[in-house]
């Protein structure tokens, strides 16, 4: 029983990490897009890095669920920990075989 208990939790972790981070790429490419947005919106302005500071403070939400740090490195909104950033187009949802396998 404890086993099958071992494998059910390890399988669990496995799950909970994939939705962590498949919910920091789409909190970011959602940044992304709001950002964007403001840069283009407000008698162009150019971006800097202070400035992209003050509108993540501003932003007020949580992008990263393990709270790591978001930048904005070259038109794309990244995180340190999650680096599988979807550079696809703006429709495309990330659905393909990452190859995550769960632990049994």
Not at 14 to 22: A, D, N, R, S
Not at 29 to 39: C, D, G, H, R, S
């Amino acid at each position: 029983m404890a086993i099958l208990a071992s494998i059910a939790v390890l399988s669990l972790f496995g799950y909970i990490q994939k939705v962590k981070t498949e919910m920091c790429n789409r909190n970011m490419k959602q940044l992304e897009k709001m950002y964007n947005t403001y840069l283009l919106t407000e008698a162009d302005v150019e971006h800097t890095n202070v400035l992209f500071a003050e509108y993540l403070r501003e932003y007020g939400e949580e992008i990263c669920p393990n709270d790591g740090d978001i930048i904005y490195l070259e038109g794309n909104v990244q995180c340190n920990l999650y680096s599988n950033h979807n550079k696809k187009g703006d429709n495309d949802v990330e659905e393909e075989d990452d190859g995550w396998v769960p632990f049994l």
